[in-house]
T-cell receptor, first 113, second 112 residues
Framework: EPEVTQTPSHQVTQMGQEVILRCVPISNHLYFYWYRQILGQKVEFLVSFYNNEISEKSEIFDDQFSVERPDGSNFTLKIRSTKLEDSAMYFC???????????FGSGTQLSVL | DQQVKQNSPSLSVQEGRISILNCDYTNSMFDYFLWYKKYPAEGPTFLISISSIKDKNEDGRFTVFLNKSAKHLSLHIVPSQPGDSAVYFCAARLTSGSRLTFGEGTQLTVNP
C-alpha cells in the first residue's frame, strides 16, 4: 500500500530555533494535512492545504507556523521560533479526493529543549 | 476541546471475545465519524467510518454503530485477536473537507 513518508523520525532542537518537518505525501494525492499529538493529549489538527494554499487552520497554527509544497512532491511544516510547548509528535497526512480516507505518516517526534 | 470524548483510556479482553470501544460527541453538526487504529511508532491507520445518515456500518470483524440521539458511537470487534492490540481513536468531522476532531484514544489489549 502507498505510504506517507515523514523525515526525520526524531528531531531535537533548542528553544528559539527554526525547524522544518518534511513529508512526502502519496504521489497522486491532492489534500495535505498536519496534525500533532502532545504526549498524553489528543491528536490535534493544525492545518490543511489544497491547491497550493491553506484551506483551513486551527488556533494552534499561529504566525510561527508555515507550510509549503515547494516542488510538487514534498510538503513541509516550518516552525519559525520553537517553544518548549511545541514538543510533540507531528503527523503529516494526505488524501486523494475530498471524500476519501486520510493516510497518515509515522510522525516526527519533535523535542524542544 | 471536548467535542469528541473517549471515556475509557484502556480496555482488556480475551482473544476470541468481543471488544466494544465507545465514543461520545457533543457537536450535533458532525456529519461523519471515523475510527483509526494506532500502533506504537506508527501513524494512525483508518479502520472504518460511518455517515451520520446511517446507524451501522460493517466491515469484516469491525462494526461501527451510531446513535445520533445519544450522540454516541461504538466500535465492535469480533472476534478479537491479539494483533488488534493498539490504541483506537474515534474522530469526527463537520463536512467532507474539514478537519478531523479526535478523541483521547482507548488502548485495547487482547490477551491470548
Amino acid at each position: 500500500e502507498p505510504e506517507v513518508t515523514q523525515t526525520p523520525s526524531h528531531q531535537v532542537t533548542q528553544m528559539g530555533q527554526e525547524v522544518i518537518l518534511r513529508c512526502v505525501p502519496i504521489s497522486n494525492h491532492l489534500y495535505f494535512y498536519w496534525y500533532r499529538q502532545i504526549l498524553g493529549q489528543k491528536v490535534e489538527f493544525l492545518v490543511s492545504f489544497y491547491n497550493n494554499e491553506i484551506s483551513e487552520k486551527s488556533e494552534i497554527f499561529d504566525d510561527q507556523f508555515s507550510v509549503e509544497r515547494p516542488d510538487g512532491s514534498n510538503f513541509t511544516l516550518k516552525i519559525r521560533s520553537t517553544k518548549l510547548e511545541d514538543s510533540a509528535m507531528y503527523f503529516c497526512a494526505s488524501k486523494g479526493q475530498i471524500n476519501e480516507k486520510l493516510f497518515f505518516g509515522s510522525g516526527t517526534q519533535l523535542s524542544v529543549l | 476541546d471536548q467535542q469528541v470524548k473517549q471515556n475509557s483510556p484502556s480496555l482488556s479482553v480475551q482473544e476470541g471475545r468481543i471488544s466494544i470501544l465507545n465514543c461520545d460527541y457533543t457537536n450535533s453538526m458532525f456529519d461523519y465519524f471515523l475510527w483509526y487504529k494506532k500502533y506504537p511508532a506508527e501513524g494512525p491507520t483508518f479502520l472504518i467510518s460511518i455517515s451520520s445518515i446511517k446507524d451501522k456500518n460493517e466491515d469484516g470483524r469491525f462494526t461501527v454503530f451510531l446513535n445520533k440521539s445519544a450522540k454516541h458511537l461504538s466500535l465492535h470487534i469480533v472476534p478479537s485477536q491479539p494483533g488488534d492490540s493498539a490504541v483506537y481513536f474515534c474522530a469526527a468531522r463537520l463536512t467532507s473537507g474539514s478537519r478531523l476532531t479526535f478523541g483521547e484514544g482507548t488502548q485495547l489489549t487482547v490477551n491470548p
